[in-house]
């Protein structure tokens, strides 16, 4: 099978590849129809992580049931499901607590919880930018969907990250109706995020960022866009909540946060969300952060330490949630709002390509140019596809 191969630093190619295929008769096979570029994946492009040269990406994936395996009792050939980026066995646990993003048997490494598809230090498993994908524990893995997935698979696609990684941004920073809410970060996950929470009643959704393009997709779903290379969006946020600070705020940048010159510094984020958000309000970190980071320009940075603003965080008596999401949490009711016309996270999609396209894809998305916001790859469409 063909799939989006990880060369080195900034290179990907697409390379034949061993099929996947049925190995435990727990597994199903499924032909991938839609698969989405993500912005973790390019900590692992720009070789950031210790991803393996000859592996492939791709953990947002959905796509159409091909086999199945003898002790499979749920699933069936020929099933539109969508797949958690979260590989996990469903009865260890922390699945048994609906942490599945710390899956203690997916994750091979004893010391380590949580496995993915084509992921840095979530076990050995292949990406889904390819033409077929196993799904180990596939009744527990495989999200099924209803007669419309064919059509709007661009929608439920996202369910296998994005979407519930932004509603988890929310439920960790305790969004209720009513609140004012700011995000740090537009790219999807920001723009999920802010999605969630006007869906969770939020009164006022603030999203940050210097991206015109991201920006102008945080106004069309009625988010105030604050630009940080125009304002200081620490005190543009005091200002929408008449000085007090917002209720609570989402961190969706991560760990290669940087300033408008492209001066890196990965607290950036985590600071302005102390400064910006009120006393005795909650704060959800979905950015991705890691333990080791050779790459970063600081020494700290480069062994996962943060310069944290801690004595404000205490004096305000703020709390914060952090890490991935558990996708299968919030997956299902997450269908439902798609499926019934409440929720149609595809807004952010920009284009849509063939498989042999990504190389372009991941150039043009790891350089946010511009109208580059999320890229859906579809295995099976024609190579000249635009």
């Excluded at 099978?1 to 727990?26: C, F, H, L, N, Q």
């Excluded at 596939?138 to 661009?154: S, V, W």
């Excluded at 996270?345 to 042999?356: K, N, R, Y």
Aim: net charge negative.
């Amino acid at each position: 099978m063909k799939a989006v191969v990880y060369e080195g630093p900034r290179k990907v190619s697409i390379k034949d590849v061993p099929d996947a295929r049925i190995e435990r008769p727990t597994d199903v096979l499924v032909r991938i129809t839609s698969a989405n570029i993500c912005g973790s994946d390019l900590h692992m492009y720009e070789g950031r992580t210790d991803f393996e040269p000859g592996r492939w990406f791709g953990h947002e994936n959905m796509g159409q049931v091909v086999e199945i395996g003898s002790g499979v009792d749920k699933v069936r050939v020929g099933d539109w499901v969508v797949v958690p980026f979260n590989i996990a066995c469903g009865h260890c646990k922390n699945c048994e607590r609906q942490l599945t993003n710390y899956c203690l048997t997916a994750q091979p490494d004893p010391k380590m919880a949580g496995a993915a598809y084509g992921f840095a230090d979530m076990g050995p498993y292949g990406g889904g930018q390819a033409e077929l994908l196993r799904v180990p524990w596939g009744d527990f893995n495989c999200l099924r969907l209803g007669e419309d997935a064919e059509q709007r698979q661009t929608d439920y696609v996202m369910l296998a990250d994005i979407f519930p990684t932004g509603y988890h941004a929310t439920e960790m920073a305790g969004v209720q109706p009513g609140d004012q809410t700011v995000i740090f970060g537009a790219g999807p996950v920001g723009l999920m995020a802010a999605l969630s929470a006007t869906i969770r009643g939020a009164g006022k959704v603030m999203v940050v960022d210097r991206h015109p393009d991201r920006l102008r997709l945080a106004e069309s779903i009625g988010a105030i866009a604050i630009d940080d290379s125009k304002v200081d969006p620490v005190q543009a946020v005091l200002e929408q909540t008449m000085g007090l600070g917002a209720d609570n705020g989402c961190e969706c940048v991560g760990y290669q946060a940087h300033e408008p010159d492209g001066h890196e510094q990965a607290n950036l984020t985590l600071n302005r969300l102390v400064a910006s958000v009120r006393f005795t309000g909650k704060i959800g970190n979905v950015g991705v952060f890691v333990p080791e980071d050779p790459g970063a320009g600081d020494e700290l940075a480069k062994h996962g330490k943060l310069t944290l603003d801690y004595g404000m965080f205490w004096f305000k008596g703020q709390q914060i949630g952090t890490g991935q999401a558990p996708v299968k949490k919030y997956n299902r009711q997450l269908r439902d709002l798609i499926a019934g016309g409440k929720a149609e996270p595809s807004f952010i999609v920009s284009h849509e390509l063939p498989l042999d396209r990504a190389p372009e894809a991941y150039e043009h998305f790891d350089k946010r140019d511009e109208g580059w916001t999320k890229v859906v790859l579809h295995p099976a469409m024609a190579g000249a596809g635009a």
